[in-house]
């Protein structure tokens, strides 16, 4: 297993230099390797002080990573009531802002429970022509990036997110795809890039198993909400989009919606995106609960209900309800909302090492320059060598902190906190100016 992985590391996409979704160019947070092996030259180091090239405010209540494409950098943002939802694009030479689009207005959005979500933590997508802005239910548009114009728009996809949306866009081919996960309805809807139409849309077929004699559902549909990104693998020679949900993980054909395997599990308000070992072990993150990690098998026969055939381990300690794993190897770096950072051999099934580093994360971590990156709620950066000590070998704090991930470019770290979007790389420390 530990070979294959390394050859579908070093394989995926290279040269690709931009990021354009939620979890990059590959969905596992990696920045792909430079085609001659070099290093970028990533930042290790920065304060409010040191290595920022702009810093843009972004005020609202809105957590979503940004998504990077020539000179562009594309947010989305909501006022903290709802009410409001924009498209902010910066420039990305000078952090300016070129677009700060009101897109939709809400009379009566769902109120939120907690500190964790907003209205504006969907990721948005992006290609060649357009960004592609969601925000649940409340609507989904794909914008002109020249004029900032909408090319369509969608406001007929109903779901009741209860504490708001959080699912983000995927793309592939010529598809839109959106995960919709409510405690009403629960559903895949692909639409297609250039005309927003539909193209398939998957019901999932869940037993939640919670309807009362009376018939009424208990805890009113909250155990059946999700808000995971789905992510994408081959296997048997189709493009699978693997989209965990309350109480299962379902595997679908890409192209077409069609169910291909599910796995059937306890947890529910899921927000940890699939990452996968190769194409042969995929890691599933089973939500709150209690969240256990999973590494599930693939093979010719992964089918139909595989719960009891391929999982291979399952564990609960220190594993993260809402931070998406980032694999290298053979092994998975996460942190968790309780401020624990760990490694996982995906092989034994087994956290090697964790450390306590006091803080909560919610963000998810990314790689780059062989160093990995984790953001915390507080605004503090641990860089991380990947290796069996976990080596921290940066903290680096800035004013206010980050729920959003981070996201690279050629050499640059794009942070987005509470109430800003930085650019953070590397200045000659004589000149001030980008080296």
């Known amino acids: ?94 952090g300016k802002k070129t677009h700060d689009i009101l897109l939709f207005e809400n009379e009566n959005p769902e109120p939120l429970s907690n500190h964790v979500n907003g209205y504006g933590s969907c990721s948005p997508a992006i290609d060649s022509e357009h960004v592609y802005i969601h925000f649940g239910s409340y609507g989904t548009t794909a914008l002109d990036r020249k004029t900032g114009k909408a090319v369509w728009e969608r406001r007929d996809l109903p779901c009741q997110h209860f504490r708001g949306p959080g699912s983000s866009v995927v793309l592939h081919k010529n598809l839109v795809i959106l995960t919709m996960d409510g405690v009403d309805v629960q559903y895949l809807v692909a639409l297609d890039r250039k005309t927003g139409k539909n193209v398939w849309r998957t019901e999932r077929n869940t037993d939640f198993g919670d309807v009362e004699a009376d018939g009424k559902i208990r805890g009113g549909g909250d155990f059946r909400k999700a808000y995971s990104t789905p992510n994408f693998v081959t296997l048997n020679g189709v493009r699978q989009l ?44 089973t939500g709150l609960g209690k969240p256990h990690l999973l590494g599930v098998r693939l093979d010719a026969k992964t089918q139909g209900d595989i719960t009891k055939s391929h999982i291979e381990w399952d564990i609960f300690k220190r594993i993260p309800g809402r931070c998406s794993p980032v694999v290298i190897g053979s092994n998975a770096y996460f942190t968790s ?32 320059d062989k160093h990995l990156y984790f953001a915390d709620e507080k605004g503090k950066t641990f860089v991380v060598k990947p290796g069996p000590e976990l080596e921290i070998v940066a903290t680096n704090q800035l004013d206010d902190g980050c729920m959003a991930s981070p996201a690279l470019n050629e050499k640059a770290i794009y942070l987005r906190t509470k109430s800003h979007v930085y650019r953070i790389e590397k200045k000659n420390d004589s000149t001030g100016k980008v080296q």
């Not at 290093?39 to 920022?52: L, Q, V």
């Not at 309350?246 to 927000?271: H, M, P, R």
């Open 337 to 368: 909302e309780s401020g624990i950072l760990s490694v996982l051999n995906s092989e034994k099934g087994k956290i090697e090492k964790y450390k306590a580093l006091k803080t909560a994360f919610s963000a998810s971590g990314v790689y780059a």
């Open 242 to 285: 693997v989209s965990p949900g309350a109480k299962a993980c379902y595997s679908y054909d890409a192209d077409t919606g069609k169910e291909l395997w599910k796995i059937l599990y306890k947890g529910f308000s899921n927000a940890a995106a699939p990452v996968f070992i190769g194409n042969d072990m995929a890691l599933i993150n």
């Open 1 to 94: 297993m530990f070979v294959r992985a390394l050859v579908f590391f070093f394989l995926v996409v290279p040269g690709q230099a931009e990021w354009p979704a939620f979890r990059g160019p590959t969905n596992d947070g990696h920045y792909p390797p430079a085609a001659d092996g070099k290093i970028y030259g990533f930042p290790t180091e920065w304060s409010e002080e040191k290595n920022i090239i702009w810093k843009t405010p972004v005020t609202g209540r809105a957590w979503s990573t940004p998504v990077i494409m020539d000179n562009e950098v594309w947010v989305t943002n909501a006022t903290p009531d709802g009410k409001k939802m924009y498209a902010v694009c910066l420039d990305k030479a000078t």
